[in-house]
Nanobody, 123 residues
């Protein structure tokens, strides 16, 4: 089970850190990713990281502002979001892939999903 936390309402330019904890499993067995979705758009890829944390992939829209990381000892993956923009407003979902080197970016590349956490950025 994946459980996200850390969402909230912030102003443009602020930072947030999302967390996703895996229960009932071993995080190091999975590649992990963050996706996001608004009511007007399909779920879109944000970032991913392989099992070891040594390779990552980012959507162009967040490159240089967001950082994905993981702590396998804590069974937790993070998304550090800096310089937030109103267009980053969305529900953010954590996802796990049984392929430990899988970086996506398709939704179908990931097998398990969290329930989502809302991020709202005001201008």
């Amino acid at each position: 089970q994946l459980v996200e936390s850390g969402g909230g309402l912030v102003q443009a330019g602020d930072s947030l850190r999302l967390s996703c904890i895996l229960s009932g499993g071993t995080l190091s067995s999975y590649a992990m990713a963050w996706f996001r979705q608004t009511s007007a758009k399909e779920r879109e890829f944000v970032a991913s990281v392989i099992w070891s944390g040594t390779r990552t992939k980012y959507a162009d829209s967040v490159k240089g502002r967001f950082t994905i990381s993981r702590d396998n000892n804590k069974n937790t993956v993070y998304l550090q979001m800096n310089s937030l923009k109103p267009e980053d407003t969305a529900v953010y979902y954590c996802a796990a892939s049984r392929h430990p080197y899988g970086l996506g970016p398709s939704q179908g590349d990931f097998d398990s999903w969290g329930q989502g956490t809302q991020v709202s950025v005001s201008s």
